[in-house]
DNA sequence: ACTCGTTATATTTATTAATATATAACGTTT
DNA sequence: AAACGTTATATATTAATAAATATAACGAGT
């Protein structure tokens, strides 16, 4: 059989997309950079989008996940929470152990 | 905690992706109504949309999933083969089993 | 031969999503 | 007060996707 399986996996916060993988790449971006426009181009992604998918994460989010700052030494930055580091953190395991569970049930079948 | 944890898988076949949710859908209307004119239109979809869907299942797949007929009694039909049954089949228990799989994960976080 | 409902296919139009461009605001540093 | 690199925001343009429209082909039954 030469069927593979994919999968897609995303945090909900009321109906609204709260996490998924592109926004975690932005988010570890952040971490390494100190900076949104930086991880956005790091990225290939526009500033506007990346402003936009972090600031909702922020607002659905149960606890701030960035921390921004305008202005000063450096012009700024952004910057990831603890609480934020966690979520990652949890999107990462569960994402991994979902493809593993995933192999796993499709060699299961007689396909 | 009030977040949510939501997926979607699908089967790739070389690369190409062969099943998912929406062209599983389609093939159960198709079951249902022997055609896929009626399965397009149960669904509110397009015929010709349908058919690309239809027909790149059947391009893609190890053996065929449908089979087709024009003209004749009825004006024709399409039907769903056994290896059919049993993709769709596979596709929807594989997906209830992911889904309660990263309930359970979601819940063992410390979110 | 003609009708019927279907499959098969191409072309055009409309809608949506992504990208690019421009500008304002901010606050430390010099 | 001027400069810098950043965040913040709006608007316009382009690209990709979906939907609508039209037409041909088929073959059993009347």
């Known amino acids: 059989m030469k069927y593979k ?9 009321e109906g609204n997309i709260l996490l998924g993988r ?23 992604m526009s500033y506007k989008k990346a402003w936009n998918l972090v ?5 659905r989010a149960e606890e701030l996940v960035v ?9 700024g930055g952004t910057i ?3 609480y934020g580091k966690l979520l ?3 999107f990462e395991t569960i994402n991994e152990n979902c493809h ?3 192999d796993n049930q499709l060699t299961k079948t007689s396909l």
Not at 7 to 13: G, L, M
């Open 55 to 59: 600031n909702d994460v922020n607002l």
């Open 67 to 75: 921390k921004t700052s305008i202005g000063g030494k450096g012009g």
């Open 5 to 13: 399986i994919k999968s897609k996996i995303w945090i909900e916060a």
């Open 80 to 82: 990831l929470t603890d």
């Open 22 to 44: 592109g926004r975690v790449s932005l988010l570890k971006a952040i971490e390494q950079t100190g900076s949104l426009s930086k991880a956005a181009k790091s990225l290939n």
């Open 88 to 90: 990652i953190n949890a």
């Open 100 to 102: 593993n569970f995933l």
